[in-house]
Nanobody, 119 residues
Framework: QVQLVESGGGLVQAGGSLRLSCDAS????????IAWYRQAPGKQRELVAR???????HYINAVKGRFSISGDNPKKKVSLQMNSLKPEDTAVYYC?????????????WGKGTLVTVSS
């Protein structure tokens, strides 16, 4: 199994920045990629950004040029640098890890961290 713990959320004014971190523990060698999702009130959870164990990144259009996902070791610690924040970025941000372990694909989730962007 893999455990994920997010940190770094908080309240920020529009135009400000926040840095989220996701720390993974457990069978981290099975991690295929780590991603950040977010869920705003009344909306479905959506993918924000993803980084593979090889370092390849992917972003949704809404955050391209503003957010940056990185990891010193993509399998153990991943950060999401969020710049030029907008009120519509307000959401609970979740860390997600996809693992492949003994041929089985599994998804693990953290408990989430709240990001609030005031206008």
């Amino acid at each position: 199994q893999v455990q994920l713990v997010e940190s770094g959320g908080g309240l920020v004014q529009a135009g400000g920045s926040l840095r989220l971190s996701c720390d993974a523990s457990g069978r981290t060698f099975t991690i295929n990629h780590i991603a950040w999702y977010r869920q705003a009130p009344g909306k479905q959870r959506e993918l924000v950004a993803r980084i593979t164990s090889g370092g390849t990144t992917h972003y949704i259009n809404a955050v391209k040029g503003r957010f940056s996902i990185s990891g010193d070791n993509p399998k153990k610690k991943v950060s999401l640098q969020m710049n030029s924040l907008k009120p519509e970025d307000t959401a609970v941000y979740y860390c997600n890890a996809e693992t492949v372990d003994m041929g089985r694909v599994m998804d693990y989730w953290g408990k989430g961290t709240l990001v609030t962007v005031s206008s």
